[in-house]
């Protein structure tokens, strides 16, 4: 079902100016329609996403194989950055706690990394350079999509000081439990931010909703309504798809899909399989700047189609996004 999800080749974008137009007008055709693309070719070497994921796995005795305590004074927890360590079961989603650990990082260094695992943050601040430059990119799009004359237009207000790159791992659970919904990897929710980067390595789960089969918008109504589609791993892609404050600047043009982390589908009998293997799985969360004002765009509002949102500024909404995940 993952086909649902368009295809991009973002090769295009270092080619031709020609192009360009035409590689804006696909990105903007998926996001008006599903909320989430595959992206290939994207320019960030699959050896360099391959290694991102051997640095945090457990089994490779890695990131999250440290103990709590150095996790923790590798990454102490920051609100005010949404950066740092968040241990397992401590992120909460409309009251579920979420059995997944992950540390966001946001670039800024201390001195307690080099220590523990040397070589680790200087890694991830590298790929962080690396997913901050892409979401530029794809800032252009959008962009030239918008016809907003300047390609720089939405590019302009994302500092990447609020960029995180979100490092996550959920341990291996009882299939029982999951069924139960006693335990709950990732209820459904959608981004905050712009755009995400999902990086995903061969253990699925992650769920889209096809919001064309609901008329609900609101998150737990769509959850009890939506039907919801498996998005299997594709090798060598980028998910991308688009957070809250980009759907409202776009006066909803680009859609904010709710998804979730679930139980991987399995050939077969469900009811045998006794344990979900753990998955890592990679997000980089891109915002505007804390002072942006968010408000629709000109080029977004028509006839059809009038101003629906009020300003908001960007930082103030994140604040209380963040407070409530962990409160
Ligand atoms: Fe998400």
Redesign the pocket.
């Known amino acids: 079902m993952s086909s649902d999800i368009p295809t991009i080749d973002f090769g295009r974008f270092e080619r031709s100016e020609k192009d360009g137009t035409q590689l804006a007008s696909e990105i903007d055709a998926a996001l008006s329609t599903v909320g989430f693309l595959h992206l290939v070719n994207h320019g960030i070497e699959q050896g360099k996403i391959d290694e991102s994921f051997q640095w945090v796995r457990a089994k490779s005795r890695k990131f999250f194989s440290l103990s709590p305590t150095d996790k923790e004074s590798m990454y102490p927890r920051s609100e005010a950055y949404d950066c740092g360590y968040v241990s397992l079961g401590q992120e909460k989603v409309r009251g579920k706690n979420c059995m997944k650990e992950c540390v966001d990082i946001n670039g800024s260094s201390g001195g307690e990394m080099d220590r523990i695992l040397p070589g680790f943050h200087g890694f991830m601040v590298q790929f962080h350079q690396e997913c901050a430059i892409l979401i530029q990119k794809l800032l252009k799009c959008l962009s030239v999509a918008l016809g907003l004359g300047d390609e720089d237009a939405l590019g302009q207000h994302h500092t990447d000081s609020l960029f995180n790159l979100n490092l996550i791992h959920y341990p291996e659970v009882a299939a029982e439990q999951l069924r139960s919904g006693s335990a709950v990897r990732l209820p459904a ?1 959608s ?1 905050p931010g712009s755009l ?1 980067l999902l990086f995903q390595q061969k253990v699925g789960g992650l769920e889209i909703a096809d919001m064309s089969s609901t008329c609900e918008t609101a998150t737990v109504k769509v959850e009890q309504t939506a039907k919801f589609i498996a998005v299997e791993p594709q090798p060598a892609t980028i998910l991308v798809n688009v957070g809250y404050l980009l759907m409202r600047w776009s006066n909803g043009r680009w859609k904010n899909t709710v ?1 979730r982390v679930m139980a991987p589908p399995v050939s077969g009998n469900t009811d045998s399989v006794d344990t979900v293997p753990e998955r890592y799985s990679t ?1 980089f969360f891109s915002f505007p700047g804390p002072d942006t004002v968010i408000e629709p765009l000109d080029a977004c509002i028509s006839v059809e189609n009038p101003r629906r949102w009020a300003p908001i500024i960007a930082g103030k909404y994140l604040r209380k996004k963040i407070s409530s995940m962990y409160s």
């Open positions: 929710h981004d995400t998804h997000a």
